[in-house]
């Protein structure tokens, strides 16, 4: 019976040391990723789902306290990209261009034991998700592109002009446009910036106060440094996108300043066959705190046609 019990006890601690040591196991998990230690977190149920941060500050808890619905569909794989977060920062900028993210992906996809993958991305996360797709469909099962970014062309700047001049008589124009457009050259952090920024990114400013009350939200100064000295989204990838073969949906609101329908969402659309565009009304950036219910209806009629 001593015996019997010794085993039985063997048994259950090698369990349970397995389902720890389980990179897809729910909770926090850190990887050596490309020579870095990112952090990254694993929470809800179905098919496993990569989703980065955009690269450039904010850390997994923008999206992962304010988007908890995705947890119904996939195994969410919350990924602090590189400098973001509880990520391990590089001090080179040379290791902040767009490939390096694209690889980091990649790396995680085999670090998690997955086959296939599907992808999630928002603004520059979507630029990056989309990168990945190009070069790497054949590890994927579908892409969801949310008020996703493809470079910065003439007919993108044009509209953004456009976008931000619409708002010229609302009270933050003045001081958010100088620091959007360059004209102030003030010297700020991101942190700084981010309060006279942020109006722009929403259609009705009544929905600011949600996005603010999201948790434990943080912005990396490093990573708004050193992306913008390496490089990431520089690339324009208009031309590219037909590589994309998997199935793709893409989601923008229909007063996105930034991310636009004309310039990003419907070009996107264009040059990806397998794709299905979804325009959401009354949204701007922020297209799942403006409009939850019209957010998670698309996607989940979008998957029930994939199944």
Known sequence: MKYLLIIFSLIISFQKRTFAQSPIAKGEHFATINGLKLHYEVSGNGPVCIFPTPGWGPNIDAYKNSM???????????????????????????????????????????????????????????YQVLNYGIKY??????????????GLDELAQTELMKAVEKRKNEPYYK?????????????????????????????????????????????????????????????????????ITVPTLV???????ICDQVSHASRIHAGIKNSKLSVIKNAGHFIWIEQPQTFYQAIEEWLKTKK
């Open 251 to 257: 989601l923008v609101g229909d007063d996105d300043f």
């Open 175 to 243: 001081m958010g446009s100088g620091i959007l457009m360059g004209t102030d050259t003030t010297k700020r952090s991101l942190n700084e910036e981010m309060p006279y920024i942020m109006p722009f990114y929403f259609h009705d400013q009544a929905n600011l106060s949600k996005f603010l009350a999201i948790k434990n939200v943080q912005l990396s100064q490093k990573a708004w440094e050193m992306t913008a000295k390496g490089g990431l989204g520089r690339e324009k990838i208009i031309d590219l996108l037909p590589k």
């Open 68 to 126: 908890p619905e995705l947890e119904k569909y996939f195994t969410v794989v919350w990924l602090d990209t590189r400098a973001s977060g509880k990520s391990a920062a590089s001090d080179k900028p040379e290791d902040y261009q767009t490939a390096d993210f694209i690889e980091d992906i990649e790396q995680l996809r085999l670090h998690l034991k997955q086959n296939k993958i599907w992808v999630i991305g928002h603004s520059m996360g979507g």
């Open 137 to 150: 469909s054949q590890n994927l099962n579908g892409i969801i592109a949310v008020a996703a970014f493809v």
